[in-house]
């Protein structure tokens, strides 16, 4: 039955607004060992990491979590098969050992996803180069992939994916990487962080660093929801950042600036306009650079443009150029689909930084872990495949500043490869959705609520048959319910009617118009929970309706012909 399968009751600590100024307190009267600002998937995992081996940890972020390039990226969680082809097979090993273990710790979230590979004339890959790249690939994951890639003929090819261009077309392959929500990803590894003693706050600002014999001792921090400022005192201060990490490391006087920026763009189109049986990844006819074509539901997210970028990152957004571009390339790879700017559903942008030649080890590293003459520990750089590496990396510079500083033995190894997220318990995903489908469940809803929530699925499907409004779906034809929107609140420390419909759900990405339809209801159902009042529901939605018209500024862009 159902409660042989998972806990039957959530597996970790309150995290809600409550927990969150609880959490803020203790930072402010506790000296910390750890302080880490930027709670994106490398602070969420850094924090996981050091609350694991017992270090008194804070993370805090002058947003939601994953606000920035962490709810904005493909959701792949790949060795990269261009890198295989670069020649890069270290990273390439590196990238199919963590795909292993994220598989492992976070089956719920982490989902096997076939490719189909298809070739044709006139392309950079050859069949025969091709095939030599995915048996390189298979080996360096040691054959421990879901399965071995399949070479395809191009009948084959054809039969897997009719729509697909068959002019020039010579054959393909097939082979699997993961996908993931990756925002719900970066909040399963900050609640874990939580739940193993990490002091956590989202919209707290670090507005200047603290100083002790000219080292970063702690910072300042805002409370952006009550204006409150308080100090908090660490050890060790570790900037996560991501795209905004030499914007703070210049606040200490840093001139040396360590990031190159790449933007990457996705979009979302209705499915059946392609007529895609399953996900595609293949060069583009436009520029033989390789274009990902990913189904999820009714709707298919094609990525990403991958261009130099030299914006703010707070101004990063989708232009008409990008999507252009991304529906010529699907147009080229689908003829029939004739896709418009009209047929964009969403549209996000996300900026992938990585360290300048000169910080970087060795040429074409993703990552680097530098520290500032004032003892900040940045890491830059950095991918969604990587990021438990990573943050075992950082970690292990903050174990030796504090065995230097306090004395002790060899540092603890990291554990995060053997336990589980928040959600993960559950072994086989599988098994629990057959059972809430056997239990009356429809099967979409069933689907959805084990990939989302995983073993904490029970609670939330409790919830609804306690309280039937909690069942039904926010947006018609959605399987997202309003029961989910009240466990954001209570468990996932959702504050605004963004973390709501952007992060928390994607009801903002996948629902028509943004769910602006939905939105002031939404608002007010989240007034009742959190005690808003007139004003600040009014501001939320506002807030909300704002975010809507920011990335549909493409849309103006195209039409207006610019």
């Not at 060069?283 to 970028?309: H, K, W, Y």
């Not at 939320?540 to 990335?551: F, I, K, N, S, T």
Request: hydrophobic share 45%; aromatic share 6%; proline share 4%.
């Amino acid at each position: 039955m159902l409660q042989t399968l998972v806990s039957d009751t959530l597996m970790d600590a309150p995290f809600s607004h409550l927990s969150r100024a609880a959490d803020l307190a203790t930072m402010a009267t506790h000296r910390l060992d750890l302080l880490v600002i930027g709670a994106g998937i490398a602070g969420a995992a850094i924090a996981r990491d050091a609350a694991m081996r017992g270090m008194r940890t804070a993370l805090i972020d002058r947003g939601d979590f994953a606000a920035g390039t962490g709810s904005r990226s493909s959701g792949l969680i790949h060795g990269n098969l261009e890198h295989v082809i670069q020649g890069r097979w270290r990273s390439v090993f590196d990238a199919c050992r963590e795909r292993a273990i994220l598989r492992d710790i976070a089956p719920h979230l982490v989902v096997p996803q076939k490719f189909v590979f298809p070739l044709h004339e006139g392309g950079r890959l050859s069949v025969l180069k091709l095939e030599a790249a995915l048996w390189i690939y298979d080996l360096l994951s040691l054959f421990r992939n879901v399965r071995r890639h399949r070479r395809m003929g191009k009948a084959a090819v054809i039969r897997a994916e009719p729509g697909l261009r068959q002019r020039g077309l010579i054959g393909g392959a097939s082979f699997f990487e993961a996908w993931c929500n990756d925002a719900r990803l970066t909040l399963a590894s900050i609640r874990d962080a939580h739940r193993h003693g990490a002091l956590v706050a989202n919209y707290a600002q670090s507005e200047r660093f603290e100083m002790a014999e000219n080292r970063v001792s702690g910072a300042t921090v805002l409370d952006r929801t009550s204006d409150r400022v308080c100090t908090v005192r660490a050890a060790v201060v570790v900037n996560a950042t991501g795209p905004w990490s030499d914007e703070l490391r210049g606040t200490l006087g840093t001139a040396t600036r360590a990031l190159l920026y790449n933007r990457g763009v996705h979009i979302l189109v209705p499915r059946h306009r392609l007529g895609q049986h399953g996900a595609v990844a293949a060069l583009t006819p436009i520029d033989d650079r390789m274009l990902f074509l990913v189904p999820s539901g009714d709707l298919t997210c094609i990525g990403a443009t991958n261009t130099e970028s030299t914006e703010h990152p707070d101004d990063v957004r989708a232009t008409a150029e990008d999507v252009v571009y991304l529906l010529r390339s699907a147009n080229a790879l689908y003829p029939s689909a004739r896709l418009t700017p009209e047929d964009v559903q969403a549209a996000w942008a996300g900026l992938w930084v990585r360290p300048k030649p000169e910080i970087a080890n060795h040429p074409g590293q993703e990552y680097a872990i530098v520290e500032d003459a004032a003892g900040l520990i940045s890491v830059i750089g950095g991918t969604l495949t990587l990021h438990r590496r990573i943050a075992a990396a950082a970690v292990d510079r903050v174990a030796r500043r504090l065995r230097d500083r306090h004395g002790g033995g060899r540092a603890a190894r990291s554990p995060t490869d053997r336990r589980p997220l928040t959600g993960g318990e559950v072994r086989d995903p599988n098994v629990l959705i057959a059972d809430l489908i056997g239990g009356g469940l429809p099967g979409a809803i069933a689907e959805h609520l084990v990939r989302a929530h995983g073993s904490e699925t029970p609670a939330i499907v409790r919830a609804a048959r306690a309280d039937p409004r909690l069942g039904e779906p926010v947006v018609a034809g959605s399987p997202v319910l309003w029961g989910e929107l009240l466990h954001a609140m209570r468990r996932e420390m959702a504050i605004t009617l963004s973390d709501l419909l952007m992060r928390r759900t994607r009801l903002f990405f996948e629902s028509p118009g943004q769910a602006v339809g939905q939105a002031a209801a939404v608002a007010e159902f989240a007034a009742a929970e959190m005690d808003w009042d007139a004003a600040r529901t009014a501001s939320e939605l506002a807030a909300y309706l704002q975010e809507v018209q920011r990335v549909n500024t493409f849309r103006d862009e195209v039409f207006s012909g610019q």
